[in-house]
């Protein structure tokens, strides 16, 4: 059953009036859906808006932040219409930039940890997880660093790590990374937007 604005107020009366459509046969999440949004609209309209700036790559597009008056909480980022440069518009990866809030519930919020062969994954914390992988980049390092190249020349590289930046990086985190990479030797770096 598709819903049209004025039969969705003609259903929304139906529904207030307790009428069990659904029993009927009746599907309700188009209405449900088009409740949704009206409901976000109100509580965006009603929100403090805030703006700010893409922190993702030297565009700098602008975005409007609607938070929430009674929590303080965000609940809606969009593209800012009155921005000089973006006008309103953003890319994928910005208009995806609410999945970034802790709204997300999808969002890692522990570290998960796979041993090699293995079909399960456990529960670990960060201070193992950083001790681990300090080990398994100082020993793969020690291993695979190459102070001279095959003409005699000094390189001091090493060529057995590669670093590939994740897509939710933004632009000083990547310099902090690269340059982090860099002092290691490095050469094999690469960020996901260059894919
Ligand atoms: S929305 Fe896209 S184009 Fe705009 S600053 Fe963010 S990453 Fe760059």
Redesign the pocket.
Known sequence: MEITRRGFLTLSGALGSGVALSSLGVDLGPAKAYAAEINKMQRVMAARQVTT?????????GLICSVDRNTGKIFNIE?DPEHP??EGS??A???G?FDLTEANKYRLRKVLYRAPMSDRWEEKNWDWALERIARLVKDTRDKGFVTRNAKGELVNRCETIGHLGSSNVDNEECWLMSVACRSMGLVYIDHQARV
Do not use: E, H
């Open positions: 700036v893409c922190c993702y790559c030297s565009v700098g597009c593209g440069i973006n953003l890319c990866k910005g208009a930039f």
